[in-house]
């Protein structure tokens, strides 16, 4: 199946975010390739046109007239090229694994070829040079349904950046890397009730470049988990339909933020801040959700979340957010 489009393109499944793509960062424009190889497996290619909302000062120019400043603004062009296998290894077990490159400044052909290696070909191209190279990250998951009844067991790792020859010393390791763990149970207690336990971990400076048009995002969105790097989160939820047409929700989850760091600390300290350095606030959020269909593609939609917030110095702050809509879709 070949397919075109403006969307978001998302990978794995995560309920409180997705680790490598997920649906928050604006969408943009994409052609993608489905091939199902053979009954147990299944390659997927796809190939985006992100904003980097950063302008290109060799392209911009200065125009006639001094309105909004007198120049014409060219940003740098921004690019996505992934591919992912999907291996069924039995029933109900799959495992997927793949390679996603950030480009910048000019389409490459390079990367419209399904089946290049993408890391291979920019070290290739460029000489292996960090100044004029690309941003490259490898993934990796695997989904195991009804090995356990009713149970669905799920994880995914994504690689930013690791120093292989130095994984395991702590005094000079580059692991930037994440990965969620995942497990849902239906039928628990009443049919139709689905509980969900998930925990998602970001090591420091994951999703974070250099050169700032290759950061692992869409318009300063990031294309993967939302919360970013350096924080962890804790994500619980049930699930009920008492009623076909009826969808009803409780979610919480508690979330650790920590600090950025800068490029310097990024790039060049020995060893490597530790997971959790520079505490900025820690989150809690609960909330349910309601979903009524109404007819057809016609719903009612109600959502209501407590959200408290603690800073690392101060006192915490309670938020509370509702909503109310209907939701019409024609497909």
């Not at 499944?13 to 489905?34: F, I």
């Not at 593609?297 to 915490?316: D, E, R």
């Amino acid at each position: 199946m070949i397919s075109v489009g403006q969307d978001y393109l998302t990978w794995g499944y995560g309920q409180g975010g997705k680790l490598v793509l997920s649906d928050k960062a604006p969408t943009y424009p994409y052609l993608r390739l489905d091939l199902q190889l053979l009954p147990w497996l299944r390659f997927h290619y796809s190939h985006a046109w992100l904003k980097s909302d950063i302008p290109d000062s060799s392209k911009s120019y200065t125009i006639a007239d001094s309105i909004y400043g007198g120049v014409r603004e060219v940003m740098v062009q921004k690019f996505l090229a992934q591919h992912s296998l999907d291996i069924r290894l039995m029933k109900g077990l799959n495992l997927m694994l793949g390679e996603s490159m950030l480009y910048t400044d000019r389409l490459n052909l390079g990367y419209f070829i399904p089946i290049m290696f993408f890391k291979a070909f920019d070290n290739q191209k460029y000489a292996d040079n960090i100044l004029t190279g690309s941003n490259g990250q490898f993934f990796f998951g695997f989904s195991s349904r009804n090995q356990l009844r009713n149970t669905h067991l799920y994880g995914q790792w994504m690689i930013d950046e690791v120093r292989l020859s130095t994984a395991f010393n702590s005094g000079k390791s580059r692991n930037q890397l994440g990965y969620q763990l995942g497990a849902s149970v239906t039928d628990l207690f009443l049919n139709y009730l689905t509980f969900n336990a998930e925990y998602t971990r970001l090591n420091p400076f994951m999703y974070r470049n250099f050169i700032a048009a290759q950061n692992y995002s869409n318009a300063n969105y990031s294309l993967g988990d939302w919360m970013g790097s350096n924080a962890d989160r804790i994500f619980l939820s049930a699930k009920y339909h008492p009623k076909a047409n009826l969808t009803l929700e409780a979610f919480a989850f508690m979330l650790r933020k920590n600090g950025e760091g800068s490029l310097e600390t990024q790039y060049f300290a020995e060893p490597q801040p530790k997971f959790g350095f520079n505490p900025q606030y820690k989150r809690t959020k609960m909330g349910l959700n309601a979903q009524y269909q109404l007819w057809h593609n016609l719903s009612l939609n109600f959502s209501y979340a407590n959200t408290f917030q603690k800073p690392a110095i101060g006192k915490g702050k309670w938020f509370s957010d509702a909503s109310l809509g209907i939701c019409w879709n024609k497909f």
